[in-house]
């Protein structure tokens, strides 16, 4: 039934942009129930969503872009819906935001709209209709709304719980739509994101590709599928960009990575990257060190004692350790500055023990941290192998704790491979070593630190009490 409001809308004369290919059109028209965009930068995902955002709230039938189809009866219109746009960055909403008043500035013009530029939200007023773009990145930022039609951007670095637990129940009055957009997270955007798992995105991604139902689909777009881009800058950013950072975000190609490839693949983002809290003076300090002139680094951890701190997880035991402080400032620092910094970071607390470097060929390094006053010692075991066998026993036992704003050193967590052979099968060798000197202040510390004997299958869901 065409609504009163839909015909005054249709006075407005109100034109929607057209999407630039027959890809983002595709995009654009999808009526599907839950939608999961891959693409590349610059591709048109917010221009795209935009799009999509003004037909819904117009109550236009995006299928047939107004024009008449079986679907909506050949009227070109279908119920007009309220949209809620999400992105975890001030930035990308402003940009969503701009497009999308843009569009409707023949209603806002005459007053019919209402915009409110604080809240981002237009509205019908005197109705439900409307469109709000806000920031979110968790369960929290999301709450306190509803929808028929969410989008949620760069969803790869939200949190899952965005959707889980507020996403879906806002969907369920109408039975909404929900489309997910993400560009597979680089090396860089791992580190920043607010994900327990930095590839929940692509997961969902895969398995809404192998969806029967009819109530899934995926689309992946790169970014030369954007005609407006210039192609000889495609061409000549390749040369800027790093090898895996151009297939991520440009080709929009993400590793279909299994868990055995990956070095500390057994680490449990749900049970061991956790909130900051304040360490303890009384907790004892060990600092593990990987030297070098141009890439220098530092991690310290704290043995857990009782009680807990009030804001420290429940479960976690007496004896486990917590990576509280990531150093790795780059080139262009002595050791002096170095050890200062060490200090700053220490604080009041007592340093059980500093440990680092080759035990044959950096000897001297530590000798002049020692004579600056910071006692940096050899690992207690020598074999590189052995020290990442301990480290990685720490992680599957749950005895290592990462506060989550550690962006580096869970970047390296989550992305240390070992190199494969011709059957893709894991070697005993670190892909790429040398780049990974957090990783490797973790398997120096490894060397010293106790680890536990842990008896049968540990569960993560043991410790959601």
Sequence with gaps: MVTETQEEITQLDIEIPKPHSDKQDEFVRCAILRQVIKAGRRFGKTAGASIK????????????????????????KVKQKRVLYAAPTAEQVGKFWFDTVDTLSPGIDIGYFKKDETEHTIEIPRTEYRIRAKTAW????????????????????????????????????????????????????????????????????????????????TFHFTSYDNPTLSR????????????????????????????????????????????????????????????????????????????????????????????????APGAGS??????????????????ERAVGGNVTTEEEIR????????????PEITRVNLQVDRAMSLVENNQLYVFE???????????????????????????????????????????ILVVKQVYGERKAQVWKW
């Design 232 to 327: 000889e800058a495609l061409g000549e950013i390749s040369k800027d960009m790093s090898a895996d950072s151009y297939r991520r975000e440009i080709l929009a190609e993400d590793d279909d990575v299994e868990a055995s490839w990956l070095v500390y693949g057994k680490f449990n983002d749900n049970l061991c990257k956790i909130k900051r809290f304040d360490i303890p003076d009384n907790w004892p300090i060990f600092s593990g060190h990987d030297f070098g002139q141009a890439n220098p680094a530092a991690l310290f951890v704290a043995q857990v004692k009782l009680p807990l701190p009030p804001d420290a997880p429940a479960y976690m035991r007496y004896g486990d350790y917590v990576a509280f402080a990531e150093y």
């Design 53 to 76: 955002a003004c037909l819904g709230f117009l109550g236009i039938c995006s299928e047939c872009m107004g024009e008449g189809c079986v679907t909506c009866e050949f009227t070109g």
């Design 367 to 378: 000798q002049l941290y020692r004579k600056l006053g910071w006692y940096i010692h050899a």
């Design 138 to 217: 968790n369960a929290n930022t999301l709450r306190g709304d509803y929808a028929d039609l969410l989008i949620m951007e760069e969803y790869q670095m939200m949190n899952e719980d965005a959707w889980e637990e507020v996403g879906q129940p806002m969907l369920l009055d109408n039975n909404g739509t929900a489309v997910f957009i993400f560009t597979p997270p680089s090396l860089k955007s791992e580190g920043v994101s607010k994900a327990k798992d930095p590839r929940h995105a692509s997961k969902m991604f895969k398995k809404a590709a192998l969806d029967t139902t009819g109530r899934w689909k």
């Design 405 to 447: 704003d550690l962006h580096e050193m869970l970047r390296q967590i989550h992305d240390c491979m070992w190199v494969l052979d011709e059957t893709k099968k894991p070697t005993n060798k670190i892909k790429d070593e040398a780049r990974y000197h957090l990783a490797a202040c973790l398997r120096y510390l490894a060397s």
């Design 334 to 351: 002595n050791a002096e500055q170095h050890r200062d910094r060490f200090k700053d970071i220490l604080g009041n607390r007592k340093l």
